[in-house]
């Protein structure tokens, strides 16, 4: 239920993320519904709140020993691979060998695996600080539809993007996944246009906003990408969003299928604008940055992803010193075997202190701060949410996540507690509060048997290896 004023007073640091960059000692946030209404610090708000009984809270909790951010954004995930993860990363597999090899795996999935895989991998990610997810379901075996996924999220209480994925390339056909796997051109789209009609909310604070995914360049048409394109934009603010530039294999593909690099090709079929984020984009080069910060596209950075498989390090500080808009992703659960949305934070700002080639390591390329900007404004940027997600700013969305750091991963750290909360081990929420409503208090997810939902997960799991003979 959302609370009609919750009080949340005496954070240690409310690091604002707003356009001034306020980090407030002994902070407090008053929120009215799904808004916040007024922010500064404890003595402020108890003395504005004194001055008018009518401001006086519902609830009041206290967030002594804790630093206090916007909502962690989440722009890139497929969350039914909660059911497969460390199946071909423990062995090194990179990515074309990988996907082959589970394909075969996924082609067990049924409705109720869409259903448990999105309610574990939400309890995950909202336990590390997430408030908003984009997902991309892109594969649609035995009856399973996005709308099982969308059911299961939204009990679980998050600001949900779910993207319409599609595959319809196979192997036959030149493309990657197998035939099986694939689907005909005009059913994606009529799906497609059935999802928005059904599901899609373009209005501020909105809860759901769908996207359109076609998979990747190698496993749709190039009509399938135009007509997806045309059809997002002839509704309001249905986002389009699809892999890009994630390997050297991928580029090569693109060269030899199409005569063109990723980026190139994804401009040939309308894919540049602000409605359009791009996964992963480890590749661009310095002509692609350059084109994409000048059509205002989105990338979503996912550092974990593309370490284990070994994609490269994506140029993320040059991204942003042009000018693009670029937020963060824990990517699949299965090419990243983790949901933990802050980790992922820790992880960007320590890979792009690292050197590559054309530039050394460099320990002040990218702080702890701008690695909670990345995953906050810079998030809500992406999904075009700056207006209403992203930071703490009153009139904005009340999404808000508190982590402890007066515990032992974090003694010592006092002198800096927001830096400590990145660079220490990565925290659970202590509380998180999405829309104005509480979803974590005491770092337990409310309302969520979460030793159930595990042995339901895991049960659905082996039936899918075993199927596949793998357990």
């Not at 009041?60 to 990363?89: E, F, K, W």
């Not at 299961?152 to 993207?163: D, E, K, N, S, W």
């Not at 190698?218 to 986002?239: E, K, N, P």
Request: proline residues 5%.
């Amino acid at each position: 239920m959302t609370e009609k004023r919750l009080y949340l007073r005496h954070a240690d640091v409310l690091a604002t993320v707003d356009p001034q960059g306020r980090e407030i000692a002994d902070g407090a946030l008053l929120t009215d519904g799904p808004r916040i209404l007024k922010i500064g610090t404890t003595a402020e708000l108890d003395a504005w709140i004194a001055a008018d009984p009518t401001r006086a809270p519902t609830r009041t909790i206290d967030l002594r020993g804790c630093v206090v951010t916007p909502g962690l954004v989440n722009c890139h995930h497929h969350m039914y691979q909660s059911l497969t993860r460390a199946i071909g990363t423990g062995r090194g597999l990179k990515l074309f060998d990988w996907l082959k090899m589970l394909y075969r795996v996924w082609a067990g999935l049924t409705p109720d695996g869409v259903r448990v895989s999105t309610r574990t991998a939400l309890a995950e990610l909202l336990l590390s600080g997430a408030t908003t997810v984009a997902d991309h379901l892109y594969l649609f075996p035995n009856g399973c539809r996005l709308d099982d996924e969308i059911d299961a999220a939204i009990g679980m209480g998050v600001r949900f993007h779910p993207t319409r994925g599609s595959m319809s390339v196979g192997e036959s056909a030149g493309g990657l996944p197998p035939d099986t796997l694939v689907e005909r051109e005009d059913f994606i789209l009529a799906d497609s246009q059935r999802l928005i009609e059904r599901w899609h909310d373009p209005e501020p604070l909105s809860m759901l906003r769908m996207g359109l995914a076609p998979c990747s360049p190698f496993s749709v048409s190039t009509d399938l990408m135009r007509q997806s394109a045309v059809l997002a934009r002839s509704y309001r603010r249905v986002g389009l969003h699809t892999h890009l530039a994630e390997t050297l294999d991928e580029d090569r593909y693109c060269r030899e299928l199409f005569g063109m690099g990723p980026l190139a090709y994804a401009e040939s079929v309308g894919w540049l604008g602000p409605d359009v984020w791009f996964a992963h984009m480890v590749h661009p080069g310095a002509d692609g940055i350059a084109k994409m910060a000048h059509t205002c596209s989105g990338v979503c950075h996912c550092p974990s992803s593309n370490m284990i498989l070994a994609s490269g390090i994506a140029p993320v500080r040059e991204m942003i010193d042009a000018g693009v808009r670029v937020g963060l992703g824990v990517d699949g659960s299965a090419s990243n075997d983790g949901n933990h949305m802050l980790g992922e934070v820790r992880q960007a700002m320590l890979l792009q202190r690292v050197g590559w080639p054309g530039f050394e390591s460099d320990a002040s390329r990218f702080s702890a701060r701008e690695a909670l900007k990345l995953a906050t404004l810079g998030g809500a940027r992406t999904l075009g949410r700056a207006d209403d997600i992203g930071s703490l700013e009153e009139g904005k969305a009340a999404d808000i996540v508190a982590f402890r750091v007066d515990g032992l991963a974090h003694a010592g750290g006092q002198g800096d507690a927001l830096a400590a909360l990145l660079t220490c081990a990565p925290a659970g929420a202590w509380l998180s509060v999405i829309n104005g409503r509480v979803v974590v208090e005491d770092a337990q997810l409310v309302g969520v048997d979460l030793p159930a939902l595990v042995h339901e997960h895991n049960a659905v799991s082996r039936q899918l290896l075993v199927k596949a003979g793998l357990a």
